[in-house]
C-alpha cells in the first residue's frame, strides 16, 4: 500500500484513536490528519472531543450530527426487517458502522484525502464493516488501521502517545470495552470474558436492575404507518423521538438485556452484553403487527429474508447487491403494515397484548366459535381430504411393499 498524504480518521477520543494520531504521522509517514467524530445519540460532548483532536495532532477535527441519519435510513429498514442476528441481537452497534464509513468516505472526497482510517483491532467485527463498508462506497480510497498492525497493549499505546506530548486523564481505564449509541450499547471484556460470570449491575446503564424496576405495570402503544413507528401513546412523534422516550420507558422496567455468547464473523466466540430498550421493543411490536397484516406466505417467507438480512448487517454488508434485492423485497411487504400494538412493560419483560389495524387480515366472524361464526365448516372435509392425499398415497404404498 503506497504512503498517504492526508487521511481521515474515525475518532471517539478515546486512547486508541487518539493514540492513532500520532501513529499514523510518525509511523505511517501520513501528512495530514482530519479527525471524524459521529454524534450519534451517545451524549458525549463532541466538542471536548474535538478539541481533544486538535490537541493530539489533527490538522482539522470534524463533528458531524448524524443521529437522525442513523435512525432514519439505517434503524427503521431494521425495523422493518425485524433483525434480529441469531435472533436475539439486534444489531444497535452494528447498524452505526456502514454509516460511519459513509460520514468517512464523504469527508475523503470532501477534503480531498487519499485515505481513510480507524482504530479498530484484528479480532472484531468493526474492522470488517468499516473496511467492506468503505471499499463498496470509493473503492479507490486506501483504508488504514493502525491498531491493526501496532501490537501493543493499552498500556504500551498510552506511553507511545505519551513520547509526542499527549496526556490521558486515567490511566488505569475501565477493564470493559463499550461501545453507545442512541440504539443502544455494547459490553465486553473484563470479567465478562468468562462467560460464567454474571455481569455486574455496574456495566449497565439503560436498564434497570429487576429489584429496582416498579412493582406495576406500564402499558405502552405504539403505531405504525406502513411499517414506519409514527406514534407513541397515541401522541404522533418522530421516530428518532418514540426512540428516546421509549429507551427511558422500558429501561425503567428493565427491558432491553441481553446476555449471549455471539459468534463473530473472525470466527470467534465471544461474550456479549447489549441494551438496548426501545429497540428491542419496536422490533416485538412490528412483527406482531406483520403477523396481523401479512398473509401466511409471506410472513414465513419473510422470517428466512429477516435472518439472512440480519446476518449481511452483522458481517458488514450493508453496501452490497443481495442486501440491496432484500431490501426491495422488504419494502413491498410493508405497504399494509399500519395499525396500533399494544405493550405491557413489567420487571424485564415486554408483552404483546393487543393490537390493531384497519388492514388486517384477521376476521374476528371467521375466527369465532360463538352463534356469529361465519364459517363453512363442511368444506373442511374436501379440504382434508385433498390436503392428506399424498400422504395416504405414500402410506398405501409404503405398506404394500412391506
Not at 455496574?202 to 405502552?220: C, R
Not at 403477523?291 to 452490497?320: F, M, P
Not at 393487543?354 to 371467521?366: C, N
Amino acid at each position: 500500500m503506497g504512503r498517504a498524504e492526508r487521511v481521515v480518521l474515525a475518532y471517539s477520543g478515546g486512547v486508541d484513536t487518539t493514540v492513532c494520531i500520532p501513529y499514523l504521522k510518525h509511523e505511517f509517514g501520513v501528512k495530514e490528519v482530519i479527525t471524524l467524530a459521529a454524534d450519534l445519540g451517545q451524549g458525549e460532548d463532541l466538542e471536548a472531543i474535538r478539541a481533544k483532536a486538535l490537541t493530539a495532532g489533527a490538522a482539522e477535527s470534524l463533528v458531524v450530527n448524524a443521529t437522525e441519519t442513523l435512525v432514519e435510513r439505517y434503524a427503521v429498514p431494521a425495523i422493518q426487517a425485524n433483525a434480529l442476528y441469531e435472533n436475539r441481537y439486534p444489531l444497535s452497534t452494528a447498524l452505526a458502522r456502514p454509516l460511519i464509513a459513509k460520514l468517512l468516505v464523504d469527508a475523503a472526497e470532501q477534503c480531498g484525502a487519499d485515505a481513510v482510517a480507524h482504530g479498530c483491532t484484528g479480532k472484531g467485527n468493526d474492522q470488517v464493516r468499516f473496511d467492506v463498508s468503505i471499499g463498496a462506497l470509493n473503492p479507490g480510497l486506501k483504508v488504514l488501521a493502525p491498531a491493526r498492525e501496532w501490537g501493543m497493549s493499552r498500556g504500551e499505546a498510552i506511553a507511545y502517545g505519551e513520547r509526542y506530548g499527549l496526556t490521558f486523564a486515567v490511566k488505569k481505564s475501565s477493564p470493559y470495552s463499550i461501545d453507545y449509541n442512541l440504539l443502544g450499547r455494547s459490553i465486553e471484556a473484563g470479567p465478562l470474558e468468562d462467560p460464567w460470570n454474571e455481569p455486574l449491575e455496574e456495566v449497565f446503564a439503560m436498564t434497570a436492575a429487576i429489584a429496582d424496576t416498579p412493582d406495576t405495570p406500564e402499558y405502552v402503544e405504539l403505531g405504525f404507518i406502513a411499517g414506519v413507528p409514527t406514534s407513541l401513546n397515541g401522541q404522533d412523534l418522530s421516530v428518532l423521538e418514540i426512540l428516546k422516550q421509549l429507551n427511558t420507558i422500558a429501561g425503567r422496567h428493565g427491558v432491553g438485556r441481553i446476555d449471549m455468547i455471539e459468534n463473530r464473523l473472525v470466527g470467534i466466540k465471544s461474550r456479549e452484553i447489549y441494551e438496548a430498550p426501545a429497540l428491542l421493543v419496536l422490533i416485538a411490536a412490528h412483527r406482531d403487527l406483520e403477523s396481523l397484516t401479512l398473509t401466511a406466505d409471506v410472513t414465513q417467507y419473510k422470517r428466512g429474508i429477516e435472518e439472512s438480512y440480519s446476518r449481511l448487517v452483522y458481517n458488514g454488508l450493508w453496501y452490497s447487491p443481495l442486501k440491496a434485492a432484500l431490501d426491495a423485497f422488504i419494502h413491498q411487504t410493508q405497504a399494509q403494515v399500519s395499525g396500533t400494538v399494544r405493550v405491557k412493560l413489567h420487571k424485564g419483560s415486554a408483552q404483546i397484548v393487543g393490537r390493531r389495524s384497519e388492514q388486517a387480515l384477521y376476521s374476528e366472524a371467521l375466527a369465532t366459535y360463538g352463534s356469529s361464526d361465519q364459517f363453512d365448516h363442511r368444506a373442511a372435509e374436501g379440504f382434508i381430504y385433498v390436503w392428506g392425499l399424498p400422504t395416504r398415497v405414500w402410506s398405501e404404498q409404503l405398506r404394500q411393499d412391506q
